[in-house]
């Protein structure tokens, strides 16, 4: 449904993407994950006909989206990071000039329906800078669904927000994703973990992974082994590659579970076990491998 291909932006000497490309079939949540600065809202505000890319191009549904492609921008619904909204407005008054902009058909009706789904029914009509942080986003999410664009490009919705109203409008995320395609920026883990499916991952420009999180997980997978007697790596080398990780403590490389394989061989030898266990790097760890600073 969404098609990004070979996306680059410069910024005059700055090269902010660099041949970014990634699908995104009907009805995914999919995470856009990295550090700052490594281009997520640079290609979310391509992908919304924001923003003209260097080169390269966003399709959906097979169009191009660009600037003036109203078609394309219609299917839409756009969270801008830091939700710039009018604090002068009321809440309706908000909507009603999105809605206004959107040219959406009965807009009483719709902005009843946006309301209703983001639960904002109390603060309607008030002034928008009288709102916590997390009924801004509540408002900002409202006047993204106005219209029932089946697509959601939401750049870092939950920065700011305390803990609570991170759960919130996180459950609201899942609510809505599950009727539209969703594209969610953060560099925070959990929020992927919790909310998507998939994780794109970006750094300095460049995609450095694309997978569903429980592939991203359990990644370099090794057997940590600590005996009750001197040994050294040699002894553990037919089952995989052995680092020493303490006092005959051992770590060894394997994608298989040599668990059994290994007590036996270590009973065999008369050595006994003090610890044996399975370790794989966690999403987060997979994340601080993949976006590491150099230097
Ligand atoms: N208008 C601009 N002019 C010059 N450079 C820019 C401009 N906008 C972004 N950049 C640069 O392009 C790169 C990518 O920025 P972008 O905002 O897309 O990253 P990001 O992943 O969204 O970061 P963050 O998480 O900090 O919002 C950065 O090096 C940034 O400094």
Do not use: W
């Not at 281009?39 to 097979?62: A, C, N, R, W, Y």
């Not at 492609?69 to 969270?79: E, F, H, P, W």
């Not at 009483?108 to 946006?114: D, G, P, Q, W």
């Not at 770590?251 to 009973?267: A, G, H, M, N, P």
């Amino acid at each position: 449904m969404i098609e990004v291909v070979k996306l680059e932006k410069h910024y005059g000497e700055v090269k902010a993407l660099k041949g970014v490309s990634f699908n995104v079939e009907k009805g995914e949540i999919v995470g856009f994950l990295g550090p700052n600065g490594a281009g997520k809202t640079t290609t979310m505000q391509i992908i919304t006909g924001f923003l003209s890319p260097t080169s390269g191009e966003v399709k959906v549904d097979g169009e191009n989206v660009s600037v003036d492609n109203m078609n394309v921008k219609r299917k839409i619904g756009y969270l801008p990071e830091n939700n710039p909204i009018y604090n002068d407005l009321s809440v309706y008054d908000y909507l009603k000039f999105f809605a206004d902009l959107k040219k959406v058909g009965n807009s009483k009706e719709e902005i009843k329906k946006v309301v209703s789904l983001t639960k904002i029914e109390d603060v309607l009509n008030r002034k928008i800078d009288t709102l916590s942080k997390g009924y801004k986003q509540r408002v900002g999410l409202a006047q993204a669904i106005l219209g029932d664009p089946e697509i959601l490009i939401l750049d870092e919705p939950t920065t700011g927000l305390d803990p609570n109203q991170i759960v919130e409008i996180r459950n609201l995320i899942k609510e809505l994703g599950k009727e539209k395609t969703v594209i969610l920026s953060t560099h925070i883990m959990q929020e992927v973990e919790q909310t998507c499916e998939r994780v794109i991952i970006i750094n300095k420009g460049e995609i450095v992974a694309d997978d569903k999180i429980e592939n991203l997980q359990g990644k370099n997978r090794r057997v940590v082994v600590e005996v009750d007697r001197d040994v050294n790596e040699k002894f553990f080398e037919r089952f995989g590659v052995v680092k020493t990780v303490g006092t005959n403590r051992f770590e060894i490389k394997t994608d298989d579970d040599i668990r059994k394989e290994l007590s036996r061989y270590c009973f065999d030898n008369g050595i006994l076990i003090l610890e044996l266990k399975v370790e794989f790097d966690d999403l987060e760890t997979t994340f601080r491998k993949l976006t590491m600073v150099e230097g």
